[in-house]
């Protein structure tokens, strides 16, 4: 099935204004040192850390809150972030800090850490149902009263470019679906990123983590432009607003870093020039998707990783059974693009030739960008497809509902999607290769 490019036209006219942000950036190996002088300068006094056990046991955590007490400030952790959110595990993160004055935050982690400190800061800041601030349909998709608390963001994976973003990410138990919220106000205002901390990720964490940059990239690359768009009142305005020039920008200098470091920091985690390029990636394609926004892929992993039943990924936590979200992204990757291309097969074989030349010798054109993940799947040992985490064709319909939730990414898309559009995709990444 061949899709075709989404429409415009309405009575407003299309769009002619787009936005893009991002936070104040501090990059460099031992950039983490200088975090006590950072956050005060932005004024605050009473400091919370948040972060996972696992990241805590790394010590980072801990010298983050003693930098930040000899610097003048009083710091305290919170290591009980769940990798991957929930909306109880959000929930009990919210009611640790409750009651602590806290007049700053600093996350330290992956993006489940950075994601749940923003929840932690707009509910301490707001106290609501988390449901009045999730994304409609599913909540009600309110904004924040007003402006929140200063957060400070120290990655330790190269991936979800949280750092940079607008949005915090959770699975929902009872719905067993994953979504979030989204507002600028939830950005953090300084991204601190320390080449250094990244060197003890181990490959499977890596090439998650990585798989989401290069999903980040790919999906805001060929996303909707945003002037195909019906023209927006000022309050109408969203943090994901389309294709855009700036976001342009960083990714044609994301996809290039991928290539040339991802194998590498995969295969040899303790090469820092690797684990400095999959950071900037990582930065880059955060500051480009954060703005111009996801579609297809995100859209399918939310119901991947929140249907999970038995799939236990290498390096991650084995207490329960989980699909890491770079993991959900990418195995429905290759064919969204292959049904993608249409809508503008310049930037989907720019892509692939950045990512691997080799793909130029595909005659099929539609075939190149597909086959340039699937070769960085393979080499970095991802599952093949659907199947590798426990998915069959009978989950297909499933998984196409909770797809179709998430509105917010789908309208992102360069073509139009629809249950016969995602049934297409869902079928052909059973199995990638």
């Not at 909540?139 to 120290?154: E, M, Q, R, Y």
Request: contains cysteine; glycine residues 10%.
């Amino acid at each position: 099935m061949t899709s075709t490019p989404v429409g415009t036209g309405t009575e407003r006219g299309p769009e002619t204004v787009f936005t893009w942000g991002g936070p104040a950036l501090k990059f460099g190996v031992d950039a983490v040192d200088e975090i006590g002088y950072d956050v005060a300068q932005l004024g605050a006094s009473r400091v919370l850390v948040v972060t996972d056990p696992g990241v805590a046991a790394t010590e980072l955590p801990h010298r983050v809150v003693e930098t930040l007490r000899k610097a003048g400030l009083s710091a305290e952790l919170f290591a009980g972030v769940h990798v991957e959110p929930t909306d109880a595990s959000m929930k009990e993160a919210v009611e640790f800090a409750q009651g602590g004055d806290w007049d700053g935050f600093v996350a330290v982690g992956g993006g489940s850490s950075i994601d749940t400190a923003k929840a932690v800061n707009l509910m301490t800041s707001y106290p609501a149902d988390l449901y009045d601030y999730i994304n409609a349909p599913i909540g009600l998709g309110k904004a924040p009263a007003g402006p929140v608390k200063p957060l400070v963001a120290v990655p330790t994976t190269a991936g979800t470019g949280a750092e940079s973003t607008t949005v915090c990410i959770m699975d929902l138990l009872d719905l067993r679906v994953k979504t979030g919220i989204s507002h600028p106000r939830l950005r953090p205002v300084l991204a601190v990123v320390d080449p250094r901390v990244t060197l003890s990720l181990p490959p499977g964490v890596t090439a998650a983590t990585g798989f989401d940059i290069l999903c980040h990239a790919l999906e805001s690359y060929t996303a909707r432009p945003y002037d195909s768009y019906p023209k927006r009142r000022p309050e109408e305005r969203v943090a994901y607003c389309g294709a855009n020039p700036v976001s342009d920008v960083w990714i044609q200098h994301t996809l290039p870093l991928l290539a040339r470091s991802f194998r590498t920091a995969y295969r040899d985690g303790d090469d820092l020039a690797a684990r400095t390029d999959m950071l900037q990636a990582a930065l880059f394609a955060g500051l480009g998707f954060g703005n111009a926004g996801v579609h297809i892929p995100h859209a399918c992993a939310y119901p991947i990783a929140g249907r999970v039943r038995g799939f236990h990924p290498a390096d991650y936590p084995d207490e329960e059974p989980m699909v890491p979200h770079g993991m959900s992204v990418v195995l429905t990757a290759p064919a969204a693009f292959r049904h993608t291309f249409d809508a503008n097969p310049e930037r989907h074989l720019w892509a692939a030739h950045a990512l691997d030349p080799a793909t130029d010798d595909l005659g099929e054109e539609r075939e190149r960008l597909p086959e340039a993940i699937s070769r960085l799947m393979r080499d970095t040992d991802m599952p093949n497809g659907l199947s590798g985490v426990g998915y069959a064709a009978d989950d297909v319909a499933d998984l196409i509902g909770g797809a179709l939730q998430q509105q917010r990414l789908l309208t992102i898309a360069p073509v139009d999607v629809d249950a016969e559009l995602l049934e297409g995709i869902f079928t052909e990444a059973l199995t990638v290769w």
